[in-house]
């Protein structure tokens, strides 16, 4: 089992950057996938960027493609979600997931999720 705990959400002006931090209680996180996602206001929950349990594999999203970047540190039993370039649309709760699979974009293959993380981009 693995209790993912979002942190490093803000208040950023578009053009900034932020990193949102995913800790993951649980021996197993190494044996994990892990992925992100977000809500924006009013909309559908959609998929960010999901990496492997080794970080050999990462999947983004194209609508943050090149500006995000998705890394972890199983030591740490932590994943990095490195925000560059925020965009007013970027603006959402982020979630962080885990799942058993490669790097899914669907939530439902996704079976332990934490609370989420508030990113707000001005313009």
């Known amino acids: 089992q693995v209790q993912p705990v979002e942190s490093g959400g803000g208040l950023v002006q578009a053009g900034g950057s932020l990193r949102l931090s995913c800790a993951a209680s649980g021996r197993t996180f190494r044996s994990y996938s892990m992925g992100w996602f977000r809500q924006g206001p009013g909309k559908e929950r959609e998929f960010v960027a999901a990496?492997?349990?080794?970080?050999?594999?990462?999947s983004y999203a194209d609508s943050v493609k090149g500006r995000f970047t998705l890394s972890r540190d199983n030591a740490k039993n932590t994943v990095y979600l490195q925000m560059n370039s925020l965009k007013p649309e970027d603006t959402a709760v982020y979630y962080c997931?885990?799942?058993?699979?490669?790097?899914?974009?669907?939530?439902?293959?996704?079976?332990?999720w934490g609370q989420g993380t508030q990113v707000t981009v001005s313009s």
């Open positions: 990496i492997t349990w080794n970080g050999g594999i990462t």
């Open positions: 997931a885990s799942t058993p699979n490669r790097v899914p974009r669907l939530g439902p293959e996704y079976d332990y």
